[in-house]
DNA sequence: TCAAAAGTGTTGGGGATACACCCATGT
DNA sequence: ACATGGGTGTATCCCCAACACTTTTGA
């Protein structure tokens, strides 16, 4: 067992991350995802999730945003371990990914963009009509957009994708966009109404009918 | 970016499993797992989970089963990834742990141990009653016991615990052991006869009382 | 014939869905 | 006034926990 430990110099560490927003189409918003053009082999010119070299000296979380915000200029609006892929054949040299999935509220997006001097390799997809990706990525996605939607149905994470303050119907639309279903407009009212993941305030957001109350998130996650 | 990837050669990549079995006690069966004894520093003398150095060359649950093997001589029935561990200050030296968390038939436990020579430094422990651990292994054996008692809930992976062939009732004490409750008997079976995950035989087990029917495990997971 | 475990049947509460309905506002 | 989305009330279904009950065996 001590004499593997040698050749584990031979093994790199990488951190991605599969980020989460939503963006409008013409359809409506609709789920996207961010990638970014490899600009070296392999895979140079091919699309690939923002990522990079987990540093000795930070952890892991860390190592996440840090590329995140490198390759992207985004910072997540929630951030947490999706899975670690590993096999030898996933990359012609040892790479080990440990690989992170995260949210972005919508009203961040474009902000970020135009601050961060917005990097040119970077392109939003819809989840439902990715490109060609490099590596397993494909497959990192999928696991991705699995594990978001599988997770919004027992936890209210999905307020991660709006701005502050939000109403009932804006954020059932994101829980349609990331289910790719429609909701009962009252029967989702009722089921967040009763948690402590919502907080209704007293703002309300005028518009071409009836003012719709204003809510903020709960206690964080 | 690229100038980061040569200091990954001070982070290492670990493997460990946190391997779970059903075991004898006074009061019944009860939820333990196995600990090695650590025979050099840091943390010399103090329990740990099992675990070694990734191979450059293995996949991540070759390298989770491999390192499982040598330090315990146990074979897990069903191994799954649970999480990688990777805070800069988990360790003097930097090291990435990616954790496995697997489960052994019952009557596996004792045959693996007396065939391959059971190692001198491992010892199993009630989960409920786990000693000092080095590094950061307590909160990832409790990890590892949060992740197998939401996931028996809705999956039946609880029958890997057990041998081939095994009663309701032996299935239900499994679960009984796992969640730290009692079951009730009709309706655990009505829940289980509905669902593939369950096969009948046309075996009976005879004992003191009316003979009960032996099922196996349906598809694998 | 009795104790104990195997196995069946019945009931009721809680959550989710479907949907009828009223409310408030801009045009 | 009316169209539209905001918001309330309610009937129904289904899952599942609780528990009474019958069956089958060993002693």
Same mark, same amino acid.
């Given at each position: 067992m001590s004499a593997r430990s040698t050749e584990n110099d031979a093994i790199r560490v990488a951190v991605s991350t599969v980020i989460f927003s939503l963006r409008a189409a013409p359809d409506g918003d609709r789920l996207m995802l961010p990638l970014v053009r490899r600009?070296? &082999?392999?895979?140079?010119?091919v699309w690939a999730l923002p990522g990079g070299w987990l540093d000795a000296d930070e952890d892991l979380d860390v190592a996440a945003s840090r590329t995140l915000a490198e390759t992207t200029a985004l910072t997540p609006s929630y951030l947490e371990q999706l899975y670690t892929f590993g096999d030898v &054949?996933?990359?012609p040299t040892r790479v080990v990914s440990i690989v992170y999935w995260a949210l972005l509220r919508s009203d961040l997006v474009d902000t970020q963009r135009s601050t961060a001097g917005a990097p040119e390799n970077v392109e939003w997809f819809d989840v439902d009509a990715l490109p060609a990706l490099a590596f397993d990525h494909r497959r990192i996605a999928e696991y991705a957009l699995d594990r978001l939607r599988n997770k919004v149905g027992y936890s209210r994470?999905?307020?991660?994708?709006?701005?502050d303050e939000f109403t009932l119907t804006e954020l059932r639309e994101v829980y349609e966009a990331v289910l790719g279903r429609r909701l009962d407009p009252s029967n989702f009212r009722r089921l967040l109404e009763g948690t402590d993941e919502l907080v209704p305030t007293e703002s309300f957001r005028t518009g071409k009918h009836r003012p719709a109350r204003l809510y903020r998130r709960g206690r964080e996650a």
């Open positions: 600009t070296r &082999d392999p895979h140079r010119g &054949d996933r990359s994470i999905a307020a991660g994708l709006l701005p």
